[in-house]
């Protein structure tokens, strides 16, 4: 069973710093796509951040120079660094992932999600 697992979220105030941290766990071959999503209320999930396939990263217009996302040398886990953080932040952030279970083909996996609150 493959899971991504987020944490990191919380309550900061405007102009502020938080990391977000998601893991990938299970039986998979490899990771084709690892990146951050975020859903504000009333609002659709959107792209925050990603490592596609090939090593390249895309950002949010919304985020750029802002949030950096990074990952560690098995490249299994990935991190959101945002910082200057703004009340327009505030969302469920979530892990997500295009990973080959074990004699399957790629599938897309999310995370459980992590609330981020930018208020003073």
């Known amino acids: 069973q493959v899971q991504l697992v987020e944490s990191g979220g919380g309550l900061v105030q405007p102009g502020g710093s938080l990391r977000l941290s998601c893991a990938a766990s299970?039986?998979?071959?490899?990771?084709?796509?690892l990146g951050w999503y975020r859903q504000a209320p009333g609002k659709q999930r959107e792209l925050v951040a990603v490592?596609?396939?090939?090593?390249?990263?895309d950002y949010a217009d919304a985020v750029k120079g802002r949030f950096t996302i990074s990952r560690d040398t098995h490249e299994t886990k990935v991190y959101l660094q945002m910082s200057s953080l703004k009340p327009e932040d505030t969302a469920i952030y979530y892990c997500?992932?295009?990973?080959?279970?074990?004699?399957?083909?790629?599938?897309?996996?999310w995370g459980q999600g992590t609330q981020v609150t930018v208020s003073s």
């Open positions: 490592f596609n396939d090939g090593d390249t990263t």
């Open positions: 997500n992932g295009w990973i080959a279970p074990v004699g399957m083909t790629v599938k897309t996996y």
């Open positions: 299970g039986d998979f071959l490899n990771i084709k796509r």
